[in-house]
């Protein structure tokens, strides 16, 4: 069977910064998992989504899947060192950002991004209240309660950009 990969495309939304990224994310999966023909299961890619009835209305990316036997070995994990990991199913709201590094600071634990207009705004802050605003909906809408993990993806940035950002920290970015 493999990995099904779909990308849900609304109303334009290819022609976007998000459908564009969307692309890619399903790109970089079909990238992995042609290596991985054993794993079956699906990944399901959703751009530019728009709720209702929280504080925050848009989210850039939702990515949610479902696997069957996908398993990473020598993981580090809050069990311990080494571990084997099985990943059933997960649920992403990424929040996307594409501006130059020279704009990307972070201060703390937060991505504080500046924009051409010389405003500065909390990007991390923007991700989590994105996660909350989609965990509270699906709490809402479909009487579930999902774990949730916010992503910030600096689209222009490069690894080496982003270890020299955080100083070689690993965090959510």
Known sequence: ???????????????TDEGIAAKDLRDLFHGYFQERNEVNGSIYIIPSVQIYGQNVRDIDLVVM??????????????????RNLKVSSFLVNIELKSMPEYRIKLV??????????????????????????????????????????DLLWFKSLTLANLTAIRNGRIDNA
């Open 65 to 82: 899947g479902q696997f069957d036997n996908l398993y990473f070995d020598g993981m580090n994990t809050r069990q311990g060192e080494g």
């Open 108 to 149: 703390g634990s937060d991505y504080i991004v500046s924009y051409e207009n010389t405003n500065k705004h909390n990007a991390s802050e923007q991700c989590r209240k994105a996660k909350y605003a989609l965990l509270n909906h699906i709490k809402e809408q479909l009487r579930y309660d999902p774990f949730v993990v």
């Open 1 to 15: 069977m493999a990995v099904e990969i779909k990308l849900f495309e609304q109303g334009g939304a290819e022609y």
